[in-house]
């Protein structure tokens, strides 16, 4: 499966749903550099470090194994997204 690219002038995210983190049992590792949609289904995986995680929980693949669209904004709608957090953890 390819997923979405989001970058703008200072950074980028791979879209990906929250589900799919729950089904890698990684959505605990993803940081709070990260972004989730208001919805909290789809996370948006920062380029650094969590694109990294995500990359090796399906099989080691590189960026253009993975990526299958790429979308540039010169600031990009992720940035006014919430900080990640895990959607399936239960309020305390």
Same mark, same amino acid.
Not at 45 to 67: N, P, R, T
């Given at each position: 499966?390819?997923?979405?690219?989001?970058?703008?002038?200072?950074?980028?995210?791979?879209?990906?749903?929250?589900?799919?983190?729950?089904?890698?049992?990684?959505?605990?590792?993803?940081?709070? &550099?990260?972004? !989730? $949609?208001?919805? /909290?289904?789809?996370?948006?995986?920062?380029?650094?470090?969590?694109? +990294?995680?995500?990359?090796?929980?399906?099989?080691?693949?590189?960026?253009?194994?993975?990526?299958?669209?790429?979308? &540039?904004?010169? !600031? $990009?709608?992720? /940035?006014?997204?919430?900080?990640?957090?895990?959607?399936?953890?239960? +309020?305390?």
């Amino acid at each position: 499966m390819k997923y979405k690219f989001h970058e703008d002038a200072g950074h980028g995210w791979l879209e990906v749903s929250t589900e799919k983190l729950r089904e890698l049992g990684i959505e605990n590792r993803i940081s709070g &550099y990260s972004y !989730i $949609s208001t919805d /909290r289904k789809t996370a948006y995986l920062e380029e650094d470090c969590d694109f +990294a995680v995500f990359a090796d929980a399906i099989g080691g693949k590189s960026f253009l194994d993975i990526v299958g669209e790429h979308c &540039y904004q010169e !600031i $990009s709608f992720i /940035r006014g997204l919430e900080k990640y957090s895990n959607p399936f953890q239960k +309020a305390k």
